[in-house]
């Protein structure tokens, strides 16, 4: 894969060396021993994107749910099979003291 190994490259050169992020394409300057990834997007988001195509795990997300993901997938499952549309005045609990 061509990211993997432009990763191994920037992990091998040397610092003060131009670069090319492996996620993005950006050319930059190593400027710490352990640097792989460009900085000139903010926080972390080429190396998040470098590690969730490399890794076969987290590119099928249906695998990792969180539990309010979870939640809210069964509430929604429930609106779907009582035929009450989730944002009708029912569906936001507006009129559930009425019932």
Not at 33 to 40: I, N, V
Not at 67 to 95: C, N
Request: charged share 25%; hydrophobic share 25%; aromatic share 12%.
């Amino acid at each position: 894969m061509k990211m993997k190994s432009r990763y191994k490259l920037n992990k091998a050169a040397s610092t003060g060396e131009k670069l090319i992020c492996p996620a993005c394409g950006t050319s930059f300057e190593k400027t710490h021993y352990q640097q792989a990834f460009c900085k000139t997007k903010p926080g972390t988001v080429c190396k998040d994107k470098y590690w969730n195509t490399v890794t076969p795990g987290k590119r099928n997300n249906t695998t990792r749910i969180s539990p309010a993901s979870a939640m809210y997938t069964e509430k929604m499952k429930r609106y779907i099979d009582d035929d009450v549309h989730p944002f009708s005045s029912y569906g936001l609990g507006q009129w559930e003291d009425c019932w």
